[in-house]
């Protein structure tokens, strides 16, 4: 699996809105890759739907959201009706399509000895093929979450990272354990005691002295 901070790869894949090239098409926006192991799967339906509902929030974010399924866009397109009749939200978002396996092995959810096709293969084949990615602006992978075919994705714990995320990338603070968007936030530890002062003139509550506490940046 590919670690965070690494480049995430650029590739060219056909998708349910026309070929595309990976790094182009997100260009300055963040980015969520979700994959499933295979289309007309229960608990992928239920997560295609909700992402679909959450489309909204996380434009707001200016985040793009794309989907990957290790079976062809054309069946994609057949199995969309299905996640809209069951969840009542139709997929937008572009899923693509991975028929010869390259961007599962590329992104590291399948062994190289994988095989090149999907044609045969199972969800039980393809059980790695269930893993979130977030990507920033600068094409560097944040965020890697894997789950089993059983455990349904929490998109509401996806969009509270992104959250975090961007607001650390803003400002020199982390967030603490179960942190919600408006909670208080810790200066991150590489900023010294001066520069702190600067930052936050209304100062902080520290614990520890390397626990500083403040309040949530504005912006």
């Not at 590291?108 to 044609?119: F, I, K, Q, V």
């Not at 944040?142 to 509401?156: D, S």
């Not at 530890?189 to 626990?211: D, I, M, N, T």
Request: hydrophobic fraction near 40%; include cysteine.
């Amino acid at each position: 699996m590919l670690p965070i901070n690494q480049k995430a790869p650029d590739f060219e894949a056909e998708t349910t809105i026309g070929r595309i090239r990976f790094h182009e098409w997100i260009g300055d926006s963040w980015c969520v890759l979700f994959s499933h192991p295979k289309d007309f799967t229960p608990v992928c339906t239920t997560e295609l739907g909700t992402m679909a509902g959450l489309a909204g929030e996380f434009a707001k974010r200016n985040c793009k959201i794309i989907g990957l399924s290790v079976d062809p866009v054309t069946s994609h397109a057949k199995w969309a009706d299905d996640i809209k009749e069951v969840t009542g939200f139709l997929p937008e978002y572009p899923m693509i399509g991975d028929t010869d396996l390259k961007v599962s092995k590329l992104y590291g959810m399948l062994p190289a000895g994988a095989g090149e096709t999907s044609d045969g293969r199972t969800a039980a084949d393809n059980a790695t093929v269930r893993t979130v990615f977030m990507i920033g602006p600068d094409k560097l992978i944040k965020l890697v979450l894997a789950y089993p075919m059983t455990t349904g994705r929490n998109f509401a714990e996806i969009l509270r990272v992104l959250d975090s995320l961007q607001l650390t990338a803003k400002h020199k603070v982390a967030t603490p354990a179960n942190w919600q968007q408006g909670d208080d936030v810790i200066i991150a530890g590489s900023v010294g005691e001066e520069e702190a002062r600067q930052k936050f003139p209304e100062g902080w509550k520290a614990p520890k002295p390397y626990l500083r506490i403040v309040k949530q940046p504005a912006g």
